[in-house]
C-alpha cells in the first residue's frame, strides 16, 4: 500500500511560481512511475507530468512544457512539481500519483492517488 500527501498549492498572479511535493510512504517499486494530473471544475481529470522512479525519465503535457518540471528525491519518497510561469488556465486541483501504468498520460494506469491540493491563479 502506498500513501500520497500533496502539498505546496496557494493562489499565485498569473506569472508567479508555485512548488508542488508529493510525499510517499509505503514501497515504491522501481518499476513505478509517479504523475501529476490536474482536474478544473466541470473539466476532466488531465495528465500534467510524469517521472520514472528508477530512471528519473520526465514526462510533460505540451500545454506545460517549458514552464513546469517534475523532479524526484528517492531518499525522501517526495515527488516535485515546479511550476514557473503560472497561467489563469492552470487553475485547477492538483493530484499526485503513483503506479505502474501502460501508458503515463492515463489516470486509470495509476493505483495510488493523494487527495489532492488546489493551485489558482489569478489574472
Known amino acids: 500500500q502506498v500513501q500520497l500527501v500533496e502539498s505546496g498549492g496557494g493562489l499565485v498572479q498569473a506569472g508567479g511560481s508555485l512548488r508542488l511535493s508529493c510525499a510517499a510512504s509505503g514501497r515504491i517499486g522501481s518499476n513505478y512511475h509517479m504523475g501529476w494530473f490536474r482536474q478544473a471544475p466541470g473539466k476532466e481529470r488531465e495528465f500534467v507530468a510524469a517521472i520514472s522512479w528508477s530512471g528519473g525519465y520526465t514526462y510533460y503535457a505540451d500545454s506545460v512544457k517549458g514552464r513546469f518540471t517534475i523532479s524526484r528525491d528517492n531518499t525522501k519518497n517526495t515527488v516535485y512539481l515546479q511550476m514557473n510561469s503560472l497561467k489563469p488556465e492552470d487553475t485547477a486541483v492538483y493530484y499526485c500519483?503513483?503506479?505502474?501504468?501502460?501508458?503515463?498520460?492515463?489516470?486509470?494506469?495509476?493505483?495510488?492517488w493523494g487527495q489532492g491540493t488546489q493551485v489558482t491563479v489569478s489574472s
Open positions: 500519483a503513483a503506479g505502474v501504468p501502460i501508458t503515463v498520460v492515463l489516470p486509470s494506469g495509476y493505483s495510488y
